[in-house]
């Protein structure tokens, strides 16, 4: 069965600072990759999506991921973290092909000025 | 394209009413989902739906929730009667392959 695991419940930064959310997958065969973003109040927004190819994959708002499947990882990655970044962040599995993704429980970003 | 439209964006109701969840997925979308999201279970998917028909829904978390998707713009998820731990926010989304997109939720208080 596929699952994800995002350790950081609760992660805060400066602003300004860079940033890194953690997550790992279990899938047995070649994943569907995503993170989304989820503003309070509001709905969840795609950032990114990894489905082959280049591991490096750039998203919108300035974020990137990388995936490593020796470490069956997909980190979040974003150079410098502005104010409005502020939200929680889920990392999504899905099999090729297939549309029932699995939601990681989601980290919540704290920026400090 | 509007994105994924939901109705209402905020629901009260007290313990025992109907409450019906409204959805418009993106045009052109084939895939439709419901979710619920809560502090204690995260994001829990309830049911999807694929042209129309629906394809898994070991979600569903009692009979006293339907979702029915009658035509490819519209989907409706009712729970009947409501209790106060229905109380969440209920997203709908729509896929033409991957990734999904959300709507912005409802959110369902039950009191």
């Known amino acids: 069965a596929q699952s994800v695991t995002q350790p950081d419940i609760h992660i805060t930064v400066s602003e300004g600072a860079s940033l890194e959310l953690r997550c790992n997958y279990s899938y047995g065969a070649t994943p569907y990759l995503f993170w989304y973003v989820q503003s309070p109040g509001q709905g969840l927004q795609l950032l990114l999506k990894y489905f082959s190819g280049d591991t490096l994959v750039q998203g919108i708002k300035g974020f990137e991921a990388e995936f490593k499947r020796s470490q069956s990882s997909f980190n979040l990655r974003k150079p410098s973290v502005h104010w409005s970044d502020a939200a929680e962040y889920f990392c999504?599995?899905?099999?090729?092909?297939?549309?029932?993704?699995?939601f990681g429980t989601g980290t919540k970003l704290q920026v400090i000025p | 394209d509007a994105g994924v439209i939901q109705s209402p964006r905020h629901e009260v109701t007290e313990m025992g009413q109907e409450v019906t969840l409204r959805c418009k997925p993106i045009?052109?979308?084939?895939?439709l989902f419901w979710y619920r999201q809560t502090m204690m279970r995260g994001l829990e998917l309830l049911i999807y739906f694929n042209n129309n028909v629906p394809i898994d829904d070991s979600g569903m978390p009692e009979d006293r929730f339907s979702a029915k998707m009658p035509n490819a713009s519209f989907s409706t998820l009712k729970i009947q009667p409501s209790e106060p731990r229905d109380s969440a926010v209920y997203f709908c989304?729509?896929?033409?392959?991957?990734?999904?997109?959300f709507g912005p939720g409802t959110r369902l208080l039950v009191l």
């Open positions: 999504a599995v899905g099999p090729l092909g297939y549309q029932k993704v699995t």
């Open positions: 989304a729509s896929s033409e392959d991957s990734p999904q997109y």
């Open positions: 045009s052109g979308h084939d895939y």
